[in-house]
């Protein structure tokens, strides 16, 4: 049984179907299990000319994230599955399994492919890096 679900997202087809997949594998046993889902924002290099703006970036990353994750908090709050959203700021693949070993995941649930860059062809490179980085079992959603 899996109690403590992580399920990264970004708004792509396969985060949704991933989404759906915790909906069905939760389904039947929604007050034993919590999923967190984690949204991860790249980190921002900015330039000297950037660095003056009356812009809180930090802000408007979190606010983002959170509409990002607002769609597929709904969709598992309304099978009755108890959610945890969270933003973070880092490398995908590297704050995934960090969260994931800090907090005692039990699985992680993820697209194979998400909104990412060029370098996500096949499985895309942060499934493919979680997959063979994370402490605990990882399920990729095609």
């Not at 949204?39 to 000297?48: D, F, I, K, R, S």
């Not at 994230?65 to 607002?70: A, S, Y």
């Not at 909104?115 to 996500?120: C, D, Q």
Request: charged fraction near 25%; hydrophobic fraction near 40%.
């Amino acid at each position: 049984m899996y109690k403590k679900i992580l399920l990264p997202y970004d708004g792509s087809d396969h985060s949704k179907k991933a989404v759906d997949a915790a909906i069905s594998l939760v389904e039947g046993r929604e007050k034993d299990s919590r999923v967190t889902l984690l949204n991860v924002a790249p980190t921002l290099h900015l330039g000297p000319e950037m660095i003056n703006l009356d812009i809180d970036l930090e802000a408007v990353v979190q606010r983002e994230g959170e509409e990002v994750l607002k769609e597929a908090a709904e969709k598992l709050q309304a099978k009755g599955i108890p959610v945890e959203e969270l933003v973070e700021t880092g490398d995908a693949a590297r704050e995934i399994c960090l969260f994931a070993k800090h907090q005692q995941c039990d699985l992680i649930i993820m697209g194979s492919r998400g909104l990412g860059t060029f370098g996500e062809l096949v499985l895309g490179s942060v499934s493919h890096k979680v997959l063979h980085h994370a402490p605990c079992p990882v399920l990729i959603v095609k």
